[in-house]
């Protein structure tokens, strides 16, 4: 059960590129997030997703975009990278009850130059 | 609307020492309340979560907190700490029911010198 994979692991930009990131989880969760993690900010939510086929704003969502096409992905988009975006970005999913808390990859650190 | 508010970023402590992590919430709803830790590197792992019921909550690693309603505080603590603690602790808070999503605090980072 590998629970909430994300890739890839490290990548580096250049100002202007592209790419997506993905996030899939084997356990039949409901409801998905992507995060991304600076140092001294905490977490902050990007996008979040409550069902295939839904998605919705998060705290910080300017310059991304998202995906939930199937149910156990999760894609997020840059559609042209800025340095700003240099961080570490994490996904999460959860059942439909909070209560049980979020299931975290291990990160994706993600560079633009 | 919850927020969450972890009055120290930065916590170093001494191997064996007691410690604990101060976490401050606001809400006008009942509250499920989380600690998560990440080490070095890694994603976030559940440490231990308050729903309802005892106030003391135990969790991995020997890591237990406190919910104080009164105080809208959820403490965490250690009675003694090892080098394999040095890690950043996250806490996080959710209204319920039906709260779509789990509010960070900023987190602190605990550092164990020997």
């Known amino acids: 059960n590998a629970g909430v994979t994300q890739t890839p692991k490290f990548r580096v930009l250049k100002t202007g590129q592209s790419m997506t990131l993905l996030c899939a989880q084997d356990?039949?969760?409901?409801?998905m997030y992507w995060y991304r993690q600076d140092p001294g900010m905490g977490l902050r939510l990007i996008h979040y997703s409550v069902g295939e086929g839904t998605t919705a704003k998060g705290e910080v969502p300017d310059g991304y975009n998202v995906s939930r096409l199937k149910k156990q992905n999760f894609l997020l988009g840059l559609e042209s990278a800025a340095p700003s975006q240099t961080s570490v970005y994490f996904c999460?999913?959860?059942?439909?009850?909070?209560?049980?808390?979020?299931?975290f990859g291990s990160g994706t650190r993600l560079t633009v130059v | 609307a919850q927020s969450v508010t972890q009055l120290d970023s930065q916590v170093p402590v001494f191997e064996e020492a007691p410690v604990e992590l101060r976490c401050n919430y606001s809400?006008?709803?009942?509250?499920?309340l989380f600690w998560y830790v990440q080490y070095p590197n890694q994603g976030l792992q559940l440490l231990l979560k308050?729903?309802?019921?005892?106030?003391l909550v135990k969790g991995i690693n020997g890591f237990e907190a406190e919910f104080n309603k009164s105080q809208t505080s959820f403490h965490l603590r250690k009675p003694s700490v090892h080098i394999s603690d040095t890690a950043e602790y996250f806490c996080?808070?959710?209204?319920?029911?039906?709260?779509?999503?789990?509010?960070f605090g900023q987190g602190t980072r605990l550092t164990i010198n020997p």
């Open positions: 809400s006008s709803v009942s509250v499920y």
């Open positions: 996080a808070v959710s209204g319920r029911p039906g709260a779509q999503k789990l509010v």
């Open positions: 308050y729903l309802s019921g005892s106030t």
């Open positions: 356990m039949n969760h409901e409801y």
């Open positions: 999460a999913s959860r059942t439909g009850q909070i209560n049980y808390g979020y299931t």
